[in-house]
């Protein structure tokens, strides 16, 4: 049953932390997507990466990390020098260079 | 720099009826468009896209209308039904001088259709 893994679905840290969310998908698609939404907003591109080993910030990548090792694997780090990180993350794959992408659940990340 | 609009931030629409969700863009360089549903706490779901080089595509009780001169899109979901109820983002994206997608997607600030029993 081939999808997209966040975890976890919650996440709460102190404010300081950096904190990693995980996206795992079993698509066997080379490019995956880090996306954040906050209410009343759209979706906005973090970082992407259209095949391993590579990667590219998006249009709010100030305050995170990312790293791509593994096809299917594209973990995100959102660093303390995020000023407002609590939001819902969303993490999404396609096919190299084709439009439509396929999303996870989504992690909401709250920074107390 | 807003490239994507919806300007509509919620729509309520009695079930049977059709409901019409608008979207704008600004950047001449996007040529094809998605729509995208989002349930709460959810991932959003691929619904249907179009291609510039069409002005309309259908898929059963959705339909996306493109006016490309106009830089307007609208999405037609006839009959509306309950379970329609969600968040509506559209899409855009562009392609690279070599006829494929960049594969980013830039979107709107989404729309939350109700659809009333």
């Known amino acids: 049953d081939g999808g997209i893994t966040q975890s976890p679905k919650y996440l709460f840290r102190k404010e300081g932390q950096n904190v990693t969310l995980s996206c795992e998908q079993n698509l066997n698609h080379d490019a995956m997507y880090w996306y954040r939404q906050d209410p009343g907003q759209g979706l906005r591109l973090i970082y992407y990466s259209q095949i391993v080993n590579d990667f590219q910030k998006g249009d709010i990548a100030e305050g995170y990390s990312v790293s791509r090792e593994k096809k299917e694997s594209f973990p995100l780090t959102v660093t303390s020098a995020q000023k407002n990180p609590t939001a819902f993350y969303l993490c999404?794959?396609?096919?190299?260079?084709?439009?439509?992408?396929?999303f996870g659940p989504g992690t909401r990340l709250t920074v107390l | 720099d807003q490239q994507v609009k919806q300007n509509s931030p919620s729509l309520s629409v009695q079930e049977g009826r059709i409901s019409i969700l608008n979207c704008d863009y600004t950047n001449s360089m996007f040529d094809y468009f998605l729509w995208y549903k989002k349930y709460p706490a959810e991932g959003p779901t691929f619904l249907i896209s179009i291609s510039s080089i069409k002005d309309k595509n259908e898929d059963g009780r959705f339909t996306v209308f493109l006016n490309k001169s106009a830089k307007h899109l609208s999405l037609h979901i006839v009959p509306s039904q309950p379970g329609d109820s969600a968040v509506y983002f559209c899409?855009?994206?562009?392609?690279?001088?070599?006829?494929?997608?960049?594969?980013?997607?830039?979107f709107g600030q989404g729309t939350i259709l109700t659809v009333h029993p």
């Open positions: 999404a794959s396609s096919i190299f260079l084709h439009n439509e992408q396929f």
């Open positions: 899409a855009a994206s562009g392609m690279n001088a070599g006829g494929t997608s960049y594969g980013k997607l830039t």
